[in-house]
């Protein structure tokens, strides 16, 4: 079992991955092995270590961190380790993370016991042959996520010295899970993976300190050096940037699971703010920026959705604002206030309804009302699987999916009719829609179709704590604004706002007026 954890430093945060018990084993991945698969497969394979593995910067959790050289990323890990109070350790790296491994080893402030290299022939092939990723900038076909998708694939596949034939040795070829896993965590900032894979592409492949390791080999050469180290320590709490107002990623454990948290700002009254249904909390960072200014917010992404665990449950309304209390409990947030658009209006309404001692007020957005002949309609076509599929299907799927959802209402009802106005966002900016679905993988439907299947209806009436209810114009649920001045208690304002300010192609003065709509309300 690995879990994730975040260190803070002055210019990002890293994410590692960690698990086990015994002196510290620091592991670069690799760049065609996901760190949480790495992580996994070391942790069960390696008993008496402490697995670290090094989320590397510029993927994942760490995308948000970077420098241009090999010996600037070397700085930028050194640094992290450090925060999280790694110090003797046996650094072992994977393939073209050779290079990074030998900038790293002069890097950190304790000289690592061993530096092992496994998979230095294929590293080797790949530098020799010039293999390097096509260019990765987002498309607006897509197609730059496929790509991405068979150059990884093909890492696997194909002999690295002798590209157009398959590899007959090797490590077992990944599945589509692990494979999915990989691609996923490489597109967060898939210029930057391009970036890094050129980076150790040119670097250099050995060093008089570091040893290449093969097969059963690594295991042998661990338990001659076991002996020679102290046991690993617990890593300390992720703390925030120096500055309270940046947005700073963390974890808390609740009975459900491991949920993933952005957070940002300091005093005042607690924020939690809930997303949509379908990926995660990261598209929602404009309102977690601006809310911030005044107040802590803390954006979960739910569980089965983005970055947080994904038991395998089915999911309900109820159970997400169970998982939100627990969230509140693990933080010691004994009162709130709450902002949800979407199915996050209806999570803090069941919140409110719950426990209204504990709130404040509540910014409810677009809350969904659907019933009758739609809402059959929608739970048997709103819902493409999104199964992990060897060529990469899914991705195209996923992809096609989020961008008719910004043409038509629904997304399926592909008509003259069924058209909006909103139109295509930026390919940037609909590439991170998409990949906050992805991360979300095959649990992704579960929290869209909770929301449809509950009663707003039936359980908006109920409310005792003050409301604002809102919808931009070109938001498809802003009928939801007729149906809560015939049902919200008295006193409840209803409104309608100048822009849906997590949406692309928002005006600023639009977005500006309805983040000051919000602090207003929300400081009452």
């Given amino acids: 079992m690995a879990f994730p954890q975040y260190a803070t430093t002055a210019a990002g945060q890293l994410r590692v991955w960690r698990g086990g018990g015994g002196p510290d084993l620091v592991v670069l991945p690799g760049l065609t092995v996901a760190a949480s698969t790495r992580a996994r497969a070391l942790t069960e394979a390696l008993p008496g270590w402490t697995i670290t593995v090094v989320e590397l910067p510029g993927i994942g959790g760490s995308a948000g961190l970077w420098a241009d050289s090999l010996d600037g990323l070397a700085e930028r890990i050194a640094e992290a380790l450090a925060i999280l109070g790694i110090g003797p350790a046996v650094l072992l790296a994977h393939d073209l993370t050779g290079p990074l491994a030998v900038a790293l080893a002069r890097a950190v402030s304790t000289p690592p016991a061993a530096v092992l290299l496994a998979g230095a022939d294929a590293a080797r092939g790949w530098s020799g042959q010039g293999i390097r990723p096509p260019s990765l900038a987002p498309r607006q076909d897509g197609g730059h996520l496929l790509a991405l998708w068979t150059h990884i694939r093909d890492r696997h596949l194909l002999n690295p010295a002798i590209p157009h034939l398959p590899a007959f040795d090797g490590p077992a070829i990944p599945g589509d899970a692990d494979l999915n896993e990989a691609v996923v965590a490489a597109s967060v900032a898939p210029e930057r993976y391009e970036a890094l894979w050129s980076l150790c592409a040119a670097g250099p492949w050995s060093g008089a300190a570091v040893e290449e390791i093969a097969g059963e080999g690594l295991a042998t050469r661990l338990a001659s050096l076991r002996g020679a180290l102290p046991d690993a320590g617990a890593l300390p709490p992720t703390r925030p940037f120096a500055d309270p107002a940046a947005l700073w990623c963390d974890h808390v454990d609740t009975p459900a699971g491991r949920v993933h948290l952005r957070r940002a700002g300091g005093g005042g009254r607690p924020l939690l703010v809930f997303q949509t249904g379908g990926g995660s909390a990261a598209p929602f960072a404009p309102v977690i920026r601006k809310l911030a200014e005044r107040r802590r917010v803390i954006a979960p992404d739910y569980l089965g959705n983005g970055w947080s665990d994904k038991?395998?449950?089915?999911?309900?309304?109820?159970?997400?604002?169970?998982?939100?209390?627990?969230?509140?409990?693990?933080?010691?947030?004994?009162?709130?206030?709450?902002?949800?658009?979407?199915?996050?209006?209806?999570?803090?309404?069941?919140?409110?309804?719950?426990?209204?001692?504990?709130?404040?007020?509540?910014?409810?957005?677009?809350?969904?009302?659907?019933?009758?002949?739609?809402?059959?309609?929608?739970?048997?076509?709103?819902?493409?699987?999104?199964?992990?599929?060897?060529?990469?299907?899914?991705?195209?799927?996923?992809?096609?999916?989020?961008?008719?959802?910004?043409?038509?209402?629904?997304?399926?009802?592909?008509?003259?009719?069924?058209?909006?106005?909103?139109?295509?966002?930026?390919?940037?900016?609909?590439?991170?829609?998409?990949?906050?679905?992805?991360?979300?993988?095959?649990?992704?439907?579960?929290?869209?179709?909770?929301?449809?299947?509950?009663?707003t209806a039936a359980r908006i009436g109920q409310a005792t704590r003050p409301m604002m209810i809102c919808s931009g114009a070109d938001d498809m649920l802003a009928d939801s604004l007729d149906h809560a001045r015939g049902l919200a208690p008295a006193g409840t304002l209803v409104t309608l706002t100048p822009a849906t300010v997590w949406w692309p192609r928002q005006r600023a003065d639009a977005v500006a007026e309805t983040l000051r709509m919000y602090e207003d309300f929300l400081e009452g």
């Fill in 311 to 455: 038991p395998d449950r089915p999911a309900s309304i109820e159970a997400l604002a169970t998982d939100a209390l627990a969230v509140a409990d693990a933080l010691g947030l004994e009162r709130f206030d709450l902002w949800g658009s979407h199915t996050g209006a209806l999570v803090a309404l069941e919140i409110l309804l719950r426990r209204p001692e504990r709130v404040g007020r509540a910014v409810l957005e677009a809350p969904v009302f659907v019933s009758g002949g739609f809402l059959d309609d929608v739970l048997r076509h709103y819902f493409p699987p999104l199964v992990p599929d060897r060529w990469g299907r899914h991705l195209v799927q996923a992809w096609n999916w989020r961008r008719d959802m910004f043409l038509y209402w629904p997304w399926y009802r592909v008509e003259r009719a069924a058209a909006r106005r909103l139109g295509l966002p930026e390919a940037g900016d609909l590439h991170a829609f998409t990949v906050g679905l992805l991360q979300s993988g095959a649990h992704y439907d579960r929290a869209y179709r909770a929301a449809f299947e509950y009663d």
